[in-house]
């Protein structure tokens, strides 16, 4: 059974330009969490999907950002024309809907030029 | 509001020597949970130990406890008998509502734990 897997693991994109992070879900796992984290901080709370849904979205950014969690594929969190403040690395986390929020994926960082 | 504090920004340890990683938190809510992670050099997030609002018990996985003591809001990680492996960044980390998901975990600024030989 295969982790939460997130892709790309590092992302380098110049100012102004679009930065697309993929998130994987453990197989069974309906609900999908993405949190970021700046150098030397926790993890902060960004947007809570599921399937086809945005439940919570209070801790993105009102522009620029936005997350979708389609009925095939991955959840996407994208960031639109890129500022220096994106550069942190970005983690999502699944689970099945009740039990433990255990398992987080390896992140994907992100590195604005 | 919800809020965790982890007062020790770094913490230093001899091989074998037990530590205790601190964290307190603030909530109004009854029903809540308490989550303890590791986050090694490479960057993963690795879930240790949880402990709900409810449990009687303090939790325990392995080598790692946690002391819950509801009265002080406090919900240390112990680490019996530490390893050059456990050098990592710790993250204290809570949930409204205890074990459900549904909302988000709201999480410390994290204690980097250095094992020494």
């Known amino acids: 059974n295969a982790g939460v897997m997130q892709n790309p693991r590092h992302l380098v994109r110049r100012r102004g330009q679009e930065a697309r992070l993929r998130c994987s879900p453990m197989?069974?796992?309906?609900?999908v969490y993405w949190y970021r984290q700046l150098p030397e901080e926790g993890l902060k709370f960004m947007v809570y999907?599921?399937?086809?849904?945005?439940?919570?979205e209070s801790g993105m950014p009102k522009e620029r950002f936005s997350a979708e969690f389609p009925k095939e594929g991955p959840s996407i969190l994208r960031i639109q024309q890129v500022v220096r403040g994106d550069s942190a690395a970005y983690f999502c986390?699944?689970?099945?809907?009740?039990?433990?929020?255990?398992?987080f994926g390896q992140g994907t960082r992100l590195t604005v030029v | 509001a919800q809020k965790i504090t982890q007062t020790q920004p770094g913490m230093f340890v001899q091989e074998k020597e037990a530590v205790t990683l601190d964290c307190t938190y603030d909530t109004s809510d009854q029903s809540y949970g308490l989550f303890w992670y590791k986050q090694p050099s490479s960057g993963e997030m690795i879930f240790l130990i949880y402990?709900?609002?409810?449990?009687?018990q303090n939790a325990t996985e392995g080598r790692y406890s946690l002391n819950f003591q509801k009265a002080r809001k406090s919900a240390n990680l112990v680490i019996s008998a530490s390893q050059l492996g456990d050098s990592a960044m710790y993250f204290c980390?809570?949930?409204?509502?205890?074990?459900?998901?549904?909302?988000?975990?709201?999480f410390g600024k994290g204690t980097t734990l250095s094992v020494s030989s």
């Open positions: 986390a699944s689970s099945p809907g009740e039990g433990v929020e255990a398992f």
């Open positions: 980390a809570m949930r409204q509502g205890g074990n459900q998901a549904g909302t988000a975990l709201i």
């Open positions: 402990q709900g609002s409810y449990d009687e």
């Open positions: 197989k069974g796992h309906s609900h």
């Open positions: 999907l599921q399937k086809e849904n945005i439940i919570d």
